[in-house]
């Protein structure tokens, strides 16, 4: 990470309030529709990668790879399994609650976030912002618990602190916890 000289430094504070991403990141952030061929050439790129190959079990429908056959399950099960009155992505086969979800789930295949200062291209624009403040200049963000208070810059950092607040699992043999079942079997195996 290269380091950031104060007079780059972006004071102003990102507020996540109901602004449009372009307000928010003007200049920093911009907002990519792809067309449906781009997004199919895309994915095909994706299942090439190195990256994808070498994880031993993958979910060919999300080109999404595992390290382990139980979390692969977990993951067709959850994302894949069937929900009665359920509505599937005819994408990545996805099956969703609602037609709703189902039409904010499609939006996100079609959404890329670019960086406008050297076009670094993600499909979350968490992945972008947290670019641009490694690469270029610091655009402050500030995400906080409605539970508890607590406040962190990153994306990633918040969501781990998010998943205290929920009800853990725990181990029927030695009684340790965890926050979601992947955890859990992993740990039992």
């Not at 529709?33 to 994808?52: G, I, P, V």
């Not at 079990?57 to 999404?64: N, P």
């Not at 399994?81 to 979800?101: D, M, N, P, Q, S």
């Amino acid at each position: 990470m290269r380091k950031v000289k104060k007079k780059e430094v972006s004071k102003e504070i990102v507020q996540f309030k109901k602004r449009s991403l372009s307000e928010k990141y003007e200049g920093k952030i911009s907002v990519v529709t792809l067309s449906k061929k781009e997004m199919l050439e895309e994915r095909e790129r994706d299942a090439k990668k190195d990256s994808y190959l070498k994880l031993p079990y993958k979910c060919d429908s999300c080109i999404t790879g595992f390290d382990h056959d139980l979390t692969l399950k977990d993951h067709n099960e959850k994302r894949h399994g069937t929900k009665k009155g359920g509505y599937r992505c005819e994408i990545c086969k996805t099956v969703l609650a609602t037609e709703h979800t189902l039409k904010e789930h499609t939006k996100r295949h079609f959404t890329r976030y670019v960086c406008q200062e050297c076009g670094k291209r993600k499909n979350n624009v968490y992945s972008v912002i947290k670019h641009y403040n490694e690469t270029h200049r610091t655009i402050d963000t500030h995400f906080v618990c409605q539970d508890c208070g607590f406040t962190t810059e990153s994306n990633r950092s918040y969501r781990y602190h998010r998943d205290k607040h929920k009800q853990k699992l725990q181990c029927s043999l030695c009684e340790s916890t965890f926050v979601n079942n992947n955890g859990l079997r992993v740990h039992m195996l």
